[in-house]
């Protein structure tokens, strides 16, 4: 089997995890969107994940995320997809809003109206958003 088709199977399996991933995504494509999650984490905590489709780290830290990710220890945390390619400008803007660096991918914690924790990378870990929620 060449490392051309075990790359590509590779990839759909990736794939097929995040479409029947157990987290329940709500897509974060514009900017007015960023208020309301403002508005809303003063009732719960929002974690917002930009992911960079084309980065391998990107995927990989997703997909460590997700297959750590339990619902039951999630503590009711509403959860925010940001694809950068798509929108490359969103992602600057969720940087000065919330008073980040960006890092791609990344994750932020956002409570009462601030982000309390964010991280990058390798760094992302679904025990440490636990314990900062």
């Known amino acids: 089997m060449s490392i051309w088709k075990l790359l590509i199977e590779k990839v759909l399996l990736i794939g097929d995890k995040l479409i029947k991933n157990k987290m329940n995504w709500n897509h974060l494509?514009?900017?007015?969107?960023?208020?309301?999650?403002?508005?809303?984490?003063?009732?719960?905590?929002?974690?917002?994940?930009?992911?960079s489709t084309s980065c391998p780290i990107s995927t990989t830290s997703l997909s460590r995320m997700e297959r750590s990710w339990k619902e039951d220890e999630a503590k009711n945390i509403k959860l925010y997809y940001l694809d950068l390619l798509r929108n490359k400008g969103l992602s600057n803007a969720v940087a000065e809003v919330f008073n980040v660096e960006h890092q791609s991918?990344?994750?932020?914690?956002?409570?009462?109206?601030?982000?309390?924790?964010?991280?990058?990378?390798?760094?992302?870990?679904?025990?440490?958003?636990?314990?900062?929620v």
């Open 29 to 51: 494509d514009s900017e007015e969107q960023l208020e309301a999650i403002k508005a809303e984490s003063q009732e719960r905590p929002i974690l917002i994940f930009k992911h």
């Open 105 to 132: 991918p990344q994750v932020l914690l956002i409570k009462n109206g601030e982000s309390v924790y964010d991280e990058s990378h390798f760094g992302i870990s679904f025990k440490d958003i636990v314990t900062a």
